[in-house]
């Protein structure tokens, strides 16, 4: 156990008992720490309890970011690594000599921390506004395309497609980039379709202050394509609108016609 790792790893109080750094030990040499004389209370299990404890939901679709520091996501790794490798070996697969099997366990564990789920250990992309209360501010109707990745939350099979996002401008306006990296941050977990929908309506109404958003998202899914009813395509469509686009007809075909635009300009 280096320094290093004694120092940025802070024991959590919740688990009844547990107050000092000392009281963890290191597992087996590697870079994990349980309760002493507990071998069964990882970080993992500390971290849970105290969002059981919160009222905290932590759902696989739930952005769980004030609970897990970056610290911690290193050390969740390491115990993900180790429970990756008891799946490998109940799998029956040889990672001693099958070359390409070999770290195959690390690999996994590093990919859904900091890929196929970021997005829950992540904070929200910061998305600065900018005024848009001048004279001429612009009134009209903003839809950004943007390609998202996701995985199904029941079968961890990838989900890839396209949302496109309107919005009637507010008061202000963020950056076109923004809105792009709010989906991705909102698919980068293990979503349904239905609730990403949902989820980047809520988090872009959030960050524009705009009530008048909604959300189109078609996507394939792997779930339904490599296993199940392997299905040539799976292309799912689900839109969530809200306020004029929910209320007002002329501005929810002018939302579905400038999708038409887009698709036309660049097909999916
Ligand atoms: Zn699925």
Known sequence: MTDEHKRVFKPDPVLSGITAEEEFVPVDGH???AKKDSPGKYLSEALRNRM????KRFWAGDNISDFVTESDREHLINEATEAFETVLDTLLIDRETDPNSK???RRLAKMYYNE???GRYEPAP?????????NDRYEGMLVVRSELKSMCSHHHQPVSGVAYIGILAAQKLIGLSKYTRIAQWCARRGTLQEELCNDIA???MKATDSNNVAVYIQATHGCCENRGIMAHSSLTQT????GAFKDDASVKKEFFDNIKLQQEFAPR
Not at 52 to 55: A, E, F, H, Q, V
Not at 126 to 134: E, G
Not at 239 to 242: A, D, P
């Open 239 to 242: 839109t969530v609108l809200q």
């Open 126 to 134: 910061d998305a600065t506004a900018f005024p848009n209360d001048s």
């Open 202 to 204: 809520r988090e872009i």
């Open 52 to 55: 059981r404890l919160d009222g």
């Open 103 to 105: 770290g195959t366990a």
């Open 116 to 118: 196929i789920m970021a």
């Open 31 to 33: 870079k994990l720490y």
